[in-house]
């Protein structure tokens, strides 16, 4: 009898992130997840009663120390908001020239399973950009940033766009241009702020480039 169920969970999920990290979610096996972890595959289906449920539990356990890193960059670093954000895309840089470094995991699962829209993986990977976006919302808050819910937003954007970039091009240089992208749109929305102009400033501008057929959408 297994005499800590808890230590064998924990063990086979380290397996999972490792294989679906390293390998891609379709291509590691349960097989070798298995194997990795020191169970047999009866034991990982009693604690998992699928491989996609198995998936999920992985990203979830990705979710507090992916949010951990990034929050323990913008704390170590010094200056103004502006500045501390472009430090965090400079830390990214850093993190990303690791070799073994792969990408976004969440967003790397939701795109092998994109055919799979119900999928709980999928569900994983939202919950965790939503929380993460509601960081950022928070930390432009703190500073009395206007439209801080669509800078949050472009602020995912371009730092989900420095990573796919990276990993594309495998080249680390694309997270400080991000960087320096965000720290101009968040001081642009600091001063609209401090102008009272908070819907003249960043919305206007995001409104000013959209799409004519959006806009139209927007009025009717």
């Not at 979710?63 to 990034?70: A, K, Q």
């Not at 994983?124 to 993460?132: G, N, V, W």
């Not at 766009?161 to 680390?172: F, N, V, Y």
Request: aromatic residues 8%; charged residues 25%.
């Amino acid at each position: 009898m297994n005499k800590d169920p808890a230590g064998t969970r924990r063990r086979i999920i380290e397996a999972a992130d490792a294989l679906f990290y390293g390998e891609g979610v379709r291509s590691a096996s349960v097989d070798a997840i298995a194997e990795r972890a020191g169970v047999t595959k009866r034991t990982l289906y009693y604690h998992f009663a699928s491989k996609d449920d198995l998936i999920a539990a992985y990203l979830e356990a990705r979710n507090e120390p992916t949010l951990g890193r990034y929050r323990a960059w913008f704390e170590s670093i010094p200056g103004t908001l502006s500045e501390r954000i472009a430090g965090v895309f400079a830390e990214l840089a850093r993190f990303a020239a690791n070799p073994r470094w792969k990408g976004c995991g969440f967003a790397r699962a939701a795109a092998e399973l994109a055919g799979l829209p119900g999928h709980p993986a999928i569900a994983a990977a939202a919950k965790h950009k939503r929380t993460f976006e509601a960081w950022l919302a928070d930390l432009l808050a703190a500073e009395d940033v206007a439209d801080r819910r669509l800078v949050a937003r472009q602020l995912m954007v371009l730092l989900d766009g420095a990573i796919t970039h990276i990993l594309i091009h495998r080249d680390p240089d694309y997270a400080i241009a991000a960087g320096r992208a965000a720290a101009t749109l968040v001081d642009a929305a600091r001063r609209a702020a401090m102008n009272g102009g908070a819907h003249a400033s960043v919305g206007a501008l995001a409104r000013r480039d959209a799409p004519p057929q959006v806009l139209s959408r927007r009025v009717g």
